[in-house]
């Protein structure tokens, strides 16, 4: 999805079409979310095929949608792509369950999650980064966005405790399941590739629970923690853990690629902002969040309305779908001033909502900020200068702003 919104133009609110895939491959949404955010902070519209949905663009209403369970409810789906289709592991999945079910399930998995806990990974994850840059220090031209897909699973790989052959077959399920109807990643159609995807994923899971069941010499990793959680007395059967397994799969998987490549991108259009983190290396951990309030990877997140609900100056029906455009709300003017500037030093970046708010708060949250601190840590140390190499190429999806190509080379850095 194109970061840097070009030139104001007129917009019909009454015409667009938040789910058109070319306005995030070759398009630019931004303008249409101020537009929104001005005039139609809630904004309704039904596709081709008779679903609806009510979109809120505001900072302000985007928290509320996102963190008032008893009003918006994730209990039936939460991602667009499966917008008017129940999901099947309502109530049972994470990320679809509401408190207190959710508080029970979530708690004892954050606890290995904490910024306290995944500091102990810091070598480790520095290491790996080292190991991934190294390629592009030789002067060849190296597609970032490309490669970066398989960051996460070069960092959280290890964490969940699943084994490296299988990573680059994960990665593209779960590219799959977030933009099924990217060339890079279809099969046949938008729904079947969805369904293969889902299918193999869950799976691939289930049976690595059922390996681990079977193995006396349980490690320490996190799919090994979640068979002993015990929301409510019980233990979470087979089939949560492998929901949940799912989860931490997708969210590990699908954002921090777009993260690093959007914000190289805007550092290398801006050579004076990768200057500054150059010459202050404390600036480092504001650009991360700078990064992540600009990329806004996981673009939107969905909710359901539990009764009629005025909102944004208006009333949504019980029962109705509303996205909370994530991408927008870290552009509102209200909390960032002057919001398309691209800048490493934003007083207030820490209020972005890239992780989402409120109960359902990305859990993955320390282990991301650690992983682009260290990425953008050694980049600016070890590059001297990094420049694009070719036309960067937008993933396909209304549902997680990325790219899939962003060629760059580089210049190591001389140290005097
Ligand atoms: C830059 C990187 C990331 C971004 C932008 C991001 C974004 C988000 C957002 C917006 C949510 C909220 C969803 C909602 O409200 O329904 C979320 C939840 C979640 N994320 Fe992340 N995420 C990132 C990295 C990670 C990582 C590294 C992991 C795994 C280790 C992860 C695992 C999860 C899980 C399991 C949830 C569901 C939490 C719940 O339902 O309580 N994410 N993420």
Redesign the pocket.
Known sequence: MRLTPGPARDIDLDRIDLFDLDLYTSGDPHPIWDAMREKAPLHHQVLADGREFWSVTRYEDVCRV?GDHREFT?ERG??VTHLGVDDVAAGT?????DPPR?TE??RP?GTK?TARAVKSWEDKVRGTIVRFLEPALHGATFDLAERALLL?AL??GP??GIPEKDWEELVQLTAMVTAPSDPHFTQGSEAATLAISHHELLAYVKEWVKTQRADEHQDDS?LHHLMSVRPGGAPLSDEEIAL?GY??????????P??VSGTVQALIERPEQFEKAQADPSLIPNLVEEG?RW????CN???YSVDDVQIAGGTVPARGAVV?W?GSANRDEVQFPDPHRFDITRSGAKRQ?????????????P???M??RIFFEELTQRFGSVDLAGEPQHLRSYFIAGMTHLPIVAQKRRMP
Not at 93 to 97: A, G, H, I, K, R
Not at 353 to 365: K, L, Q
């Open positions: 996102l994730s939460t991602v999945l994470m990320t679809s369950t959710h399930v979530r998995l999650l996460p960092v959280t964490l969940l996190l949940d989860s931490i799969l997708l969210g590990a998987n699908v954002t921090t777009h993260t992540l990329t806004s990877a996981a997140f969905m909710r909370a994530i909502v890239a992780f989402g708010y409120g109960a359902h708060f990305c859990i993955g949250a282990l991301a900020r992983t682009l």
